[in-house]
C-alpha cells in the first residue's frame, strides 16, 4: 500500500478493517505522515517507528467521557497549573520514534515549552487513554510501555467496558507504580487536587462536572 493508497476516502473503513493493527506494507517517515495528517483534519492516525496505526473514530459515549474528563482535569489543575489537551493533539515522543493521539493529556505550566503550533513535541506529565475495542492491547500493553519508556509521569487506563481504571505514577527509577485505590478514590499524583472516583466513570449521565469539582475542593 502506497501513501496515494492511504490517502482514498475509505481511510475510515480501513480504520475499523485493521482493528489496531499496523497498516500492512505501509511506512512513513515522521515527515511524511505529518504531513498527511495535516492533509486529512477528521483522519486520526499514530506513527510508531515508520508504521502508520489508523485510529477508528471515536463513538458517542467515549466522546462524553472525553470531554467529561478535559473540563475535570483543566479545573483541578487551574489554569496557571497547566493545559489540557484533547484527541485533536498529537503528541512527539522522539526519543522512542513515535508520534501519538493520547484521549485525554495534562503538560504543566513548567515544562509549556514543549507546546509547538501543530503538535506537543515531547511526553506531557500526564495521560489518560479510554480504552475501546480496537485500543484494547495497545492501551494495556504498548503504550504503558512506550509511555513509561518516554517519561510520561502519570498514566490512567480507563475501561468503559470492563468498569475498570488503572492509574501508574513513574517512580524514581523511571518504572512506572500503581496508585492504589484509597478510600474509594484514585488520587493523582501529578495534579495535587486530582482524585477520581471510579464509579463516576460509569455512570450515565456522567455526573455533573460542578458536583465533582465541589467535592474535590476546587472553586470555579
Known amino acids: 500500500m ?59 459515549p467515549e466522546y462524553r467521557l472525553n470531554f467529561w474528563l478535559c473540563q475535570l482535569v483543566a479545573a483541578a489543575a487551574g489554569p496557571e497549573g497547566g493545559e489540557v489537551f484533547g484527541v485533536e493533539v498529537q503528541v512527539r515522543l522522539p526519543n522512542i ?33 479510554i480504552v475501546s475495542p480496537d485500543s484494547e492491547s495497545r492501551d494495556w500493553r504498548d503504550k504503558y510501555i512506550d509511555y513509561e519508556k518516554s517519561g510520561v509521569r502519570e498514566y490512567w487506563i480507563i475501561d ?3 468498569k475498570h481504571v488503572e492509574a501508574y505514577s513513574l517512580g524514581r527509577d523511571k518504572r512506572y507504580q500503581r496508585i492504589r ?28 462536572v460542578a458536583t465533582v469539582l465541589k467535592e474535590l475542593g476546587v472553586k470555579f
Open 2 to 60: 502506497t501513501l496515494r493508497d492511504l490517502e482514498e476516502p475509505d481511510v475510515r473503513s480501513l480504520a475499523v478493517e485493521l482493528d489496531g493493527e499496523p497498516v500492512p506494507g505501509l511506512r512513513m517517515t515522521e515527515k511524511q505522515f505529518h504531513e498527511w495528517c495535516w492533509s486529512k483534519e477528521k483522519v486520526r492516525a499514530e506513527w510508531v517507528n515508520g508504521e502508520v496505526i489508523l485510529l477508528s473514530p471515536i463513538n458517542i
Open 97 to 129: 520514534r513515535q508520534r501519538r493521539n493520547p484521549d485525554v493529556f495534562f503538560v504543566s505550566h513548567s515544562r509549556r515549552r514543549i507546546i509547538d503550533h501543530n503538535y506537543i513535541d515531547g511526553p506531557p506529565d500526564l495521560i489518560m487513554e
Open 160 to 162: 468503559p467496558g470492563t
Open 181 to 208: 485505590l484509597q478510600d474509594g478514590r484514585i488520587k493523582s499524583k501529578v495534579i495535587r487536587k486530582l482524585y477520581i472516583r471510579p464509579e463516576w466513570l460509569w455512570k450515565s449521565p456522567l455526573p455533573k
